[in-house]
């Protein structure tokens, strides 16, 4: 069964400021989706961004951007000039392209605490 | 553009009491799942269904029932609630595996 691992419980960044959030995945596909979600206080799901895994480049959305080690097993968030409203809980998840339905395995998730 | 529609918001339940979370979604996907969220365990699937009268079990079934008659409606049953069961329910939807999920809104439940 694919894992997802988030090891970073909570993290901060200044205002204005770059965080990284971590991520890593177990699995024996080759070919799979890689999600973030972030879940704001008002517990609404939100995609940010969305990584498939037979492509190279790396997903970029605005302020945010994926770092994805595939042999690694590794897809990292970085976001950029952070703002008060990235504050939120972000989740990492997997699914795999073929055969699961869209079924997600997500992680334990990280809270992103964003300093004024 | 209504999405996801989860309802209700919140609930108390007494240990025993059954209910029912409604969820109804308007962008005739045919995935459809329900997730529970509890702190430090992220999301885990409880059920989910590829289509009208098509369901099957996720990660952690016990204590809940699906049906889905229609493309649109996805309710998840709690038979005979327990403490174990107090959780942030979601409702999900997602017309593939590319394109991720619509979520509703969760379901705070608090089972005493």
């Known amino acids: 069964a694919q894992t997802v691992t988030q090891s970073q419980p909570e993290m901060s960044v200044q205002e204005a400021e770059t965080v990284t959030l971590s991520c890593t995945y177990d699995?024996?596909?080759?070919?799979?989706?890689l999600f973030w979600y972030k879940q704001p206080p008002s517990r609404q799901m939100i995609l940010v961004i969305r990584q498939e895994a037979y492509k190279q480049q790396n997903a970029t959305e605005n302020r945010f951007s994926v770092n994805f080690q595939k042999a690694a097993k590794s897809f990292s968030l970085k976001i950029s000039d952070s703002q008060l409203g990235d504050a939120a809980m972000y989740f990492c998840?997997?699914?795999?392209?073929?055969?699961?339905?869209?079924?997600?395995?997500f992680g334990q998730g990280t809270i992103l605490t964003v300093h004024p | 553009n209504a999405g996801v529609t989860q309802t209700p918001k919140f609930q108390v339940l007494k240990t025993g009491q059954s209910m029912t979370l409604q969820c109804t979604q308007d962008?005739?996907?045919?995935?459809m799942y329900w997730y529970r969220q509890d702190p430090g365990m992220g999301l885990r699937l409880i059920h989910y269904?590829?289509?009208?009268?098509?369901?099957d079990q996720g990660e952690v079934p016990n204590g809940y029932n699906v049906s889905r008659s229609t493309t649109e409606d996805f309710p998840l049953r709690l038979l005979s609630a327990a403490p174990s069961q107090t959780s942030v329910y979601f409702c999900a939807s997602s017309s593939g595996t590319r394109r991720g999920y619509t979520f509703g809104s969760g379901t705070r439940l608090t089972v005493v």
């Open positions: 962008m005739n996907h045919n995935y």
């Open positions: 269904s590829v289509g009208a009268g098509i369901t």
């Open positions: 699995t024996s596909e080759s070919d799979y989706y």
């Open positions: 998840a997997y699914s795999t392209r073929v055969g699961s339905y869209g079924k997600l395995t």
